[in-house]
Every structure is written in structure tokens, then in C-alpha cells.
């Protein structure tokens, strides 16, 4: 179940501020606060689907497509696109999910290595 007092929620409501690279009515990307690597984004729908799981069985192919269309231009935006990036998203416990957002982060901007 979809907690709406979760952090992204609130920061979405705009009851927290962030660092914001792009936000429309359907998503938000902004920097993370404890980056892990030069550029460290975090990538948002507006809906409240708690997972990846949840995005992909809650959202239609429309919505699915529009927000991971959204990474390519936050990533072209930062100036990462040619130097390449690495997408990750945490589903669940065993994998350190700690917000029941879904969300993605976008690491870029040098050499990264392993997974993280």
C-alpha cells in the first residue's frame, strides 16, 4: 500500500524542497542529497505507485514511456548523454529500497564502477 506521507510524496506536494533539473505534471528530477557519484539524480512519476513493480502494472504504455523518456532528455539536459550514465532502481527490501516511491537514480559525470 501507497504510504502519501513518504518523503517523495511530500517533496512532490512541495512540502520539501529540492534541487530541481525538470518537472511537469507527470514527473520530477532532481538532485539526490547524498550523491554517489558527480551527478547523482533522482527520477520520480507523480503517480503513487510504491515500486518498479507497481509503475509497470499500475501505468499505462503511454505513461511508461513518457517517463522513461524524460530520463533521456534530464540526462541530455546535464550534458551526460555522451558520456554515458548508469540507471538503477531499488524494488524492495532485499534490494535497500529505502523509499516506497518508485524512483530512479541517474549516476554520471565520471567513471563509475560497479553496481551500486
Avoid: W
Avoid at 518537472?23 to 520530477?28: A, K, R
Avoid at 550523491?35 to 505507485?49: D, E, F, S
Amino acid at each position: 500500500m501507497y504510504d502519501n506521507n513518504n518523503i517523495f510524496a511530500k517533496i512532490i506536494r512541495q512540502e520539501i524542497s529540492c534541487e530541481k533539473i525538470y518537472e511537469d505534471d507527470n514527473v520530477l528530477f532532481f538532485y539526490d542529497l547524498y550523491p554517489q557519484a558527480k551527478i547523482h539524480i533522482l527520477g520520480i512519476p507523480k503517480m503513487p505507485v510504491v515500486d518498479f513493480t507497481d509503475f509497470v502494472l499500475k501505468a499505462d504504455n503511454e505513461t511508461l514511456k513518457y517517463f522513461f523518456s524524460k530520463i533521456h532528455h534530464v540526462v541530455e539536459k546535464v550534458g551526460i548523454k555522451k558520456t554515458g550514465f548508469k540507471i538503477v532502481t531499488n524494488n524492495g527490501k532485499d534490494a535497500n529500497q529505502e523509499v516506497p516511491h518508485f524512483h530512479v537514480h541517474i549516476l554520471g559525470g565520471e567513471k563509475l564502477r560497479g553496481l551500486k
